[in-house]
């Protein structure tokens, strides 16, 4: 199915430690971000890409790095997590016709 | 800066009855989307209603219809016939296409919780 998918789905990190969540999605879309949910905030914006190549930061970018070298990925990298970066992450592609596609997510907790 | 304001945290319905949660907005943008999603306790998150500003017609969808006041900003959403599977988070986003770019702007939500 059509669709994007984000692995994994739960993580556990200690503070200091890197890890990579992977977002792929297999509709072509050029646009594709990462937003965080946290308790009473929604969710908040990341960083985003309009195409490979090209990335940008939303709200919050800090302690966050990404990267698009091809359409379809859009990794999303913690270079020394912190207890503050514990959240649920949601990838998310835009497409005209179908609009914005969630990833179902990836609750990260930093101990 | 490009805003939504949810500003009801919790609601709650008795099953069948009709509950309309508030969502307003502030762009300065002519051309936008809005959107109402809905975030069950599984977590996915499932479009429930969008409308386009430049449409004066309310959309609807089944039981789900929204009120558009694009004068007001105002982004109501009306469940009619409310069902216990309705108990979710629901989320208020606009979409505004500037630069060449979409960014897509949460509230921060309204839990919705529907009583047998």
């Known amino acids: 199915n059509a669709g994007v998918t984000q692995t994994p789905k739960f993580q556990v990190l200690k503070t200091g430690q890197s890890m990579t969540l992977q977002c792929a999605q297999d509709m072509n879309h050029e646009y594709m971000s990462w937003y965080r949910q946290d308790p009473g905030m929604g969710l908040r914006l990341i960083h985003y890409?309009?195409?490979?190549?090209?990335?940008d930061q939303g709200e919050v970018p800090n302690g966050y790095n990404v990267s698009r070298s091809t359409t379809e990925d859009f990794p999303l990298r913690l270079l020394s997590a912190a207890p503050s970066q514990t959240s649920v992450y949601f990838c998310?592609?835009?497409?005209?016709?179908?609009?914005?596609?969630f990833g179902s997510g990836t609750r990260l907790t930093v101990v | 800066a490009q805003t939504v304001t949810q500003s009801q945290p919790e609601m709650s319905v008795q099953e069948a009855e009709t509950v309309t949660l508030s969502c307003t907005y502030d762009t300065s943008e002519n051309n936008y989307y809005l959107f109402w999603y809905k975030q069950p306790p599984s977590r996915q998150m499932i479009l429930v209603i969008r409308?386009?500003?430049?449409?004066?017609q309310n959309a609807t969808e089944n039981r789900f219809s929204v009120n558009f006041q694009k004068a007001a900003k105002s982004f109501s959403l009306k469940i009619s016939d409310s069902q216990l599977g309705d108990t979710a988070m629901y989320f208020c986003a606009s979409l505004i296409t500037q630069g060449g770019s979409e960014k897509l702007v949460f509230g921060k939500g309204t839990k919705l919780t529907v009583n047998p």
């Open positions: 890409s309009v195409g490979a190549g090209i990335t």
């Open positions: 409308q386009e500003a430049y449409k004066q």
């Open positions: 998310a592609s835009y497409g005209r016709i179908y609009g914005y596609t």
